[in-house]
């Protein structure tokens, strides 16, 4: 393990898709590969995460290995961020878009010889307001996809329940305004009339694999902002024909601004979901941290690298 610790915690929501059944072989495959747990921590309620972490860095565990899906290891970031602690992931959730962006297997035990085994890269970690986020915010048609997808749906189907979770989606979905000002100045303000969809992002993936963009990175220090036209159905077929790559941003109707901070304010307030889980209300500001967090990825990842100090030289 590249990590240098001799004291790690294993921290499962049992309530993500597959973390009630993966927590008793996931904390066998990392004792068998060296992983040296101490304390392990099955969650069955969501809400007290957080905290069990916060117990598990106040206990000196220069590791904590998460299971779960993107909202639980986004609800436990904060309690991470400057500790100098790593954080080892095991994707057990409908997403796992962050496990993508990091390159980190989803079979589990692949993802638990990448905590034996991996490098550990510092990675951003995106802000809105006081909460941090690691993939992306969005509000508009994101929104009504997520409240369309039952818990039941998320674990029966995986990914494809967000296509089957949109139709009805997008049929219920009305055009919204947004406007847009950036408090460093890299951009004018901009007026978005007719909306369908408006996202944030700081990793690359969401939506259980599609691209924010095709230069998107998670140590890039900057957030991709896109806004979707409401439009004709056919218009969004063929901007969706190109999610998976990311090459939607480049569609004339596609609006693509890349930033390090954005305040949204909407003509009527609205709700955003944040790494699949919906936690705030426009208006809202975003920013980035830079090389915030350290995570395990396989030794081959290109997702990201150390570069703290080489940023912090840079600034």
């Keep these: 393990m590249t990590t240098t610790t001799d004291r790690a915690a294993l921290i499962v929501n049992t309530a993500s898709r597959r973390g009630a059944v993966a927590y008793e072989t996931a904390h066998r495959l990392l ?45 436990v970031v904060d309690a991470l961020v400057g500790t100098g602690v790593t954080l080892g992931l095991l994707p057990l959730g409908t997403a796992n878009d962050l496990a993508r962006t990091l390159e980190v297997p989803l079979a589990l035990e692949a993802a638990c010889a990448t905590v034996a085994h991996g490098k550990v890269v510092d990675i951003d970690v995106g802000r809105i307001g006081g909460t941090a986020f690691l993939n992306v915010a969005s509000l508009g048609l994101s929104v009504e996809v997520a409240r369309s997808m039952s818990p039941l749906l998320k674990r029966r189907l995986g990914p494809l329940a967000y296509p089957l979770a949109a139709v009805p989606a997008y049929r219920r979905h009305r055009a919204f305004t947004a406007e847009l000002t950036f408090p460093a100045g890299d951009h004018e303000p901009v007026r978005l009339p007719n909306l369908l969809q408006l996202a944030v992002g700081n990793g690359r993936f969401y939506g259980g694999g599609n691209a924010v963009s095709v230069e998107a990175g998670i140590d890039d220090h900057s957030l991709d902002v896109y806004a979707i036209p409401h439009g004709r159905f056919r218009e969004h077929v063929n901007v969706a024909r190109s ?10 109707e596609v609006v693509h601004l890349r930033t ?22 426009t208006p809202v500001s975003f920013t980035v941290s830079a090389n915030a967090l350290d995570v395990l990825v396989p030794q081959g990842s290109t997702a990201a690298r150390q570069d703290r100090e080489a940023s912090a030289r840079d600034r």
Excluded: C, K, W, Y
């Excluded at 999610?243 to 004339?252: D, I, K, L, T």
């Design 260 to 281: 390090r901070a954005v305040d949204v304010a909407t003509d009527h307030p609205m709700s955003v979901n944040v790494d699949g889980e919906i936690i705030a209300t």
């Design 31 to 75: 004792l068998e590969r060296g992983v040296p747990i101490v304390d392990a921590f099955p969650v069955t309620d969501p809400a007290r995460l957080r905290e069990t972490v916060e117990q598990a860095v106040a206990n000196d565990h220069g590791l904590v290995v998460v299971g779960g899906g993107d909202g639980t290891v986004s609800s």
């Design 243 to 252: 999610f998976r790559s990311g090459g939607f941003v480049e569609h004339p």
